[in-house]
Structure formats: structure tokens, C-alpha cells
């Protein structure tokens, strides 16, 4: 199978990708259908992808296209949802769904909640996620390629964020990754 990698290139999924045997091509260039032609794409793994990925793309696809996404959906859609999920006090998690023609509204295919301490920094809580997130696709990746995993509707409103949004608590992260989880808490 000739799978396409839509990430960081140096993402440790690439290699847990690869131990199921597949084949994986990796960009983090914005993808069009020529792009999937030219190099016979059976399927997407978007984890981490700065762009938003095209209606075209996803169509030509045919339902073979899922992202990887450090929120409990429907919460903390978009960008920086482990912040999010701190400052607004949402569920916090991880879900893999399937890409649909919104951002991070697609079908869910598998999530877990996460837990985060006030005594956490932020980066713990980041690299806690992501690791929950790259074993749970480790897990579910035999039954997603075979098409044996459900599909469950996104249910209620949940929450979106741009990147511009994260300017409202750049003053709050003094100390970057290392900052409190519970320094964002007492943000009022």
C-alpha cells in the first residue's frame, strides 16, 4: 500500500507506520489530486498537517483519508488544541476520524480521554498526548486499513480555534512549554 504521510517528517508514526509494513510517502507541502495520482496513493495519514486539506483530495480518496488529532473531538477543533483544552477547560483527549470536507469534523474512528494535571507543564501534557494518540493508532491502524472500524458521527457544537486565537494567552506561557498547566487555570 502506498501510503501518504501528511506530518512532521521526523514523526515518530512514520516508523510505527512503517512496522506494519507500508510503504510511506511523506510531505509537508500542500497536496492536490495530481499529487495522489502521480504517486498512486492508496491512503492519508494526516497527523500534525499545517494545511487544510482540500475537498478534491478527500473525494478522490474515497473514504482512504484520516487524521490524527491531539483533542477529544468535537472539542478543540483547528489549531493548538492541547492549550485549548487547558484554557477552556474542555474534555481533554485524543481522536482519530476520518477527513471530511470541514476542519477536524470528519467521522470518528477511535478517541480516548487524557488526563492532565494542574502540576503538569504543558509540554508533559503535549508529549502525554501525542504518545497516547501514536499508540492507540498503533492499536487501531490493522482495522482502519482494513475498513473494519466505525464510524461515529461528531455529536454537539464543541469548539474551533484558529492559530490568531492563541495571541489571547501568549502573555500567560512565560515559560513556553514549561509553563503550568495550573497557570492557565487561574488565568481569570
Request: net charge negative.
Amino acid at each position: 500500500m502506498n501510503l501518504l504521510f501528511l506530518g512532521n517528517i521526523d514523526s515518530p508514526l512514520i516508523e510505527i507506520i512503517r512496522s506494519f509494513g507500508e510503504d510511506v510517502i511523506t510531505t509537508t507541502l500542500v497536496v492536490t489530486p495530481y499529487y495522489l495520482a502521480e504517486h498512486h496513493i492508496d491512503f492519508i495519514i494526516s497527523y500534525g498537517y499545517p494545511h487544510i486539506i482540500s475537498e478534491d483530495v478527500i473525494k478522490k480518496m474515497h473514504g482512504k483519508a484520516i487524521n490524527l488529532h491531539i483533542s477529544y473531538l468535537p472539542w478543540n477543533r483547528g489549531s493548538d488544541p492541547d492549550l485549548w483544552s487547558v484554557a477552556d477547560d474542555t474534555p481533554k483527549g485524543v481522536t482519530i476520524h476520518y477527513l471530511d470536507k470541514g476542519v477536524d469534523t470528519g467521522d470518528i474512528i477511535a478517541q480516548k480521554e487524557v488526563a492532565c494535571s494542574p502540576e503538569d507543564t504543558l509540554g508533559e501534557y503535549y508529549d502525554r498526548l501525542h504518545r497516547e494518540l501514536q499508540e492507540m493508532f498503533r492499536e487501531t491502524w490493522p482495522n482502519i486499513k482494513l475498513g473494519k472500524v466505525p464510524r461515529i458521527k461528531q455529536e454537539g457544537e464543541g469548539s474551533c480555534h484558529l492559530s490568531v486565537d492563541r495571541e489571547k494567552f501568549v502573555h500567560l506561557l512565560t515559560k513556553g512549554s514549561d509553563t503550568l498547566v495550573k497557570e492557565l487555570l487561574m488565568k481569570d
